[in-house]
């Protein structure tokens, strides 16, 4: 599986600041994802990194608020935006296993997450 | 587009026992159904996963079953230990066949 390195594991932020997050993978990966997890809830999708073209974001989130980079096959940023207390969450790496055969894309692995607290 | 529904919420098993997890799903479209345990500040981790050609699928203590005609599929632990407590969560996948949708997930407590 990939080894994906996330930063910062944490950080609390006051209101109206933003913060970005980074995601680093070990290996090539051709699909990157962005989730959110608010407290006590289930997994997000905040939005699909794509190499080289505009992140796609899923109802609900929007670039503005979330703009993501993704500069080459194995790493990409998160960005929240003008944050509010509502932003305080766990926020998600994902990348979908390698660029082999079909059964290896399939897995979707995670990093560790950042917990984010918005004062 | 997809939607899943997980139950329970949470499970309190004695060690020893078994656990059962089921989930259902919408998207009859949909193929490749994994479960992810999440343990207190890590992310979350994949545990077993089953694609749709496949009605059920073993790893040690760990079961997953599918059932594509009622679009339901179950996560199943036997000999459960202490260490088995976490959340888990099961998924699918969406219509465009790129990201996952999950379940709410079911915290699991095992009591020793």
């Known amino acids: 599986s990939a080894v994906i390195s996330q930063k910062p594991s944490r950080d609390i932020c006051q209101r109206g600041t933003s913060l970005t997050i980074q995601c680093q993978v070990d290996?090539?990966?051709?699909?990157m994802f962005w989730y959110r997890q608010q407290p006590g809830q289930s997994l997000t999708l905040i939005a699909t990194?794509?190499?080289?073209?505009?992140?796609?974001?899923e109802s609900g989130f929007v670039i503005d608020k979330f703009p993501i980079s993704r500069p080459n096959l194995t790493f990409s940023t998160l960005t929240v935006s003008n944050m509010s207390p509502e932003d305080s969450s766990i926020y998600l790496c994902?990348?979908?296993?390698?660029?082999?055969?079909?059964?290896?894309?399939?897995?979707?692995?995670f990093g560790s997450g950042t917990q984010l607290s918005v004062l | 587009g997809e939607n899943v529904e997980q139950h329970p919420s949470t499970l309190s098993v004695q060690e020893g026992d078994s656990a059962v997890i089921k989930c259902t799903y919408s998207?009859?479209?949909?193929?490749?159904f994994p479960w992810y345990k999440q343990e207190l500040g890590k992310g979350p981790q994949l545990i077993i996963d089953?694609?749709?050609?496949?009605g059920e699928k073993k790893d040690q203590r760990i079961a997953v079953t599918l059932n594509k005609t009622a679009k339901h599929f179950s996560l199943h632990i036997t000999e459960t230990q202490p260490e088995d407590s976490a959340v888990y969560f099961c998924?699918?996948?969406?219509?465009?066949?790129?990201?996952?949708?999950f379940g709410k997930g079911t915290t699991l407590s095992v009591s020793s």
């Open positions: 994902s990348v979908r296993g390698g660029t082999g055969g079909s059964g290896s894309n399939e897995k979707l692995f």
């Open positions: 290996s090539q990966v051709t699909m």
């Open positions: 990194a794509n190499q080289g073209s505009e992140a796609t974001y």
């Open positions: 998207d009859s479209a949909s193929n490749y």
């Open positions: 089953i694609r749709s050609n496949v």
């Open positions: 998924a699918a996948r969406n219509q465009a066949g790129t990201a996952l949708i």
